[in-house]
């Protein structure tokens, strides 16, 4: 591994190479970015033409739907205040843990 690296680090073709690989996957991945952004627009756009059609007060649906989605979100973060905590107190253990093996090994 360490050869192929400096083999590549050598030769300025090889830089060269390896730039342009890095920077199609960028731009391949900023593509997708941006037709999945594209995508969500459409969808919400989409959806406000659908409320505005369907129904005679879409901004209170809208306030209506952004109240249950935060109550819903706030019980849900209640629920797993147990669950949270058991978790901390296992990352805990297991990092004391960890030290104490690694005191060990010294």
């Given at each position: ?9 050598s030769?300025?073709?090889y ?11 960028v ?5 997708r970015l941006?037709k999945?952004v594209?995508?969500i627009?459409?969808?919400a ?6 409320l ?8 209170e649906t809208?306030?209506r739907?952004?109240r ?16 949270r ?10 990092v ?6 690694l005191?060990k090994?010294?």
């Amino acid at each position: 591994m360490d050869q192929m690296i400096d083999t590549l680090m050598s030769n300025p073709l090889y830089i060269g190479i390896a730039v342009i690989i890095a920077v199609i996957i960028v731009f391949g991945f900023i593509k997708r970015l941006f037709k999945l952004v594209g995508l969500i627009i459409v969808i919400a756009v989409g959806y406000g033409i659908y409320l505005y059609m369907t129904d005679p007060n879409p901004a209170e649906t809208l306030k209506r739907q952004a109240r249950e989605v935060t109550e819903q979100g706030k019980q849900v973060w209640q629920d797993t205040e147990g669950l949270r905590q058991e978790a901390g107190d296992q990352v805990k253990k297991t990092v004391e843990k960890a030290k104490e093996e690694l005191d060990k090994q010294k």
